[in-house]
């Protein structure tokens, strides 16, 4: 069979966003099955089910956790245990122990420093637990690394550890207030008092606090396949994207003009800028020319009010980009390879005003 490939962004519709992918492809007559991040734990039945349906199989050449987030590790439980999984990508804070102990105050055993980054990780924790118990081989996904098809472009080793050093969830910041629990009712009231202005076509505006260091943890994967420049992201940053950026000169990916891209953090304003974006997939086109030329996929739920922002969808359109959002169903692309009844996703109109 010709080469092909598809890639179905799952709909994870609970009441926040997660992310859940499938994709499979032949290259030269090698095939291969990836699942890359799988949503919360119930989205796990969702994921074997559509690889059963669609895929033919439940044998997974790898799975890829993309960061430590809940919303992108747990439904990966059901994976592990019930799929036959040759290769588990995740990066383990506590492995690397003994190199950051130096960096964290009040301990004195690499032991114990990987007994508490293990319990602050611990969705990634139960994945190591499920692997080890079904000796499913544990690679470290670091710049430069191979999945099947797929490179990955970061994080470096280096900045992976200074994440974890950076991180509100650490040791040495145990007793400070968290972000998620200590400040999340004062993040929800400034949420709900957010506000719309009307924009001009290639206003753009993107706060300048950044995301959470988990998410800048992020593995960013690219691939070249039947012509298509596809980069997943996950939750990155601006930090892992400029890292993508930096690498790319040496590895062959020419930018700008990504094909195929996953937005990252369901289209968080915090992970892209315009000079990001500039870089990555294009400038601003100077009038909407109803013409597009590569297409943005956007796992966001229905239910999730907070996402996608519209400040992030302008951006994809400013740049000549499909929108794509799953919002409680499947959204799939492929070249090479049909679907009887699926059919094709209205594009949606550009928003004439954006979070201010």
């Not at 990504?258 to 086109?285: A, M």
């Not at 996402?307 to 919002?327: C, D, I, L, Y």
Request: hydrophobic share 35%; aromatic share 8%.
């Amino acid at each position: 069979m010709a080469d092909y490939f598809e890639i179905d962004f799952l709909g994870v519709e609970t009441a926040k966003s997660g992310d859940a992918i499938t994709l499979r492809y032949s290259v030269n007559g090698a095939s291969a099955i990836h699942v890359v991040d799988g949503g919360y734990v119930e989205t796990g039945d969702q994921i074997i089910e559509h690889l059963k349906t669609y895929y033919g199989t439940t044998v997974v050449d790898h799975v890829v956790l993309t960061h430590p987030d809940r919303d992108h590790a747990n439904g990966l439980r059901a994976v592990l245990e019930r799929c036959t999984v040759r290769n588990l990508w995740m990066n383990r804070p506590w492995i690397y122990a003994d190199r950051l102990i130096e960096q964290f105050e009040g301990y004195s055993s690499v032991d114990a420093l990987r007994r508490k980054l293990r319990s602050t990780y611990d969705a990634t924790a139960t994945l190591e637990d499920i692997a080890m118990a079904r000796n499913i081989p544990i690679h470290a996904p670091l710049q430069g690394q191979a999945i099947g098809a797929f490179l990955v472009m970061a994080p470096t080793l280096t900045r992976y550890l200074e994440l974890i050093v950076d991180s509100e969830k650490t040791p040495e910041k145990v007793d400070e207030p968290i972000f998620d629990s200590a400040v999340n009712g004062l993040w929800g009231a400034v949420k709900k008092a957010t506000s719309y202005v009307k924009s001009l076509w290639g206003e753009e505006y993107f706060p300048p606090e950044p995301t959470s260091r988990e998410n800048e943890m992020s593995v960013v994967q690219a691939a070249y396949l039947n012509g298509n420049k596809i980069l997943l992201t996950g939750d990155a940053g601006r930090e892992a994207l400029q890292e993508v950026i930096d690498y790319a000169p040496y590895v062959g990916l020419t930018l700008p003009g990504i094909d195929k891209f996953q937005v990252p953090h369901h289209g968080g304003r915090h992970n892209v800028s315009t000079e990001i974006l500039d870089q990555l997939v294009g400038p601003r086109l100077k009038y909407q020319t109803g013409q597009s030329t590569w297409s943005a996929y956007c796992s966001s739920a229905k239910a999730d009010k907070d996402h996608p922002k519209k400040s992030v969808q302008r951006a994809m359109m400013h740049r000549g980009g499909n929108w794509f959002e799953t919002e409680g169903k499947c959204v799939r692309t492929g070249v090479g390879i049909e679907r009887a009844g699926w059919v094709a996703i209205q594009q949606p109109a550009y928003p004439e005003d954006q979070e201010e």
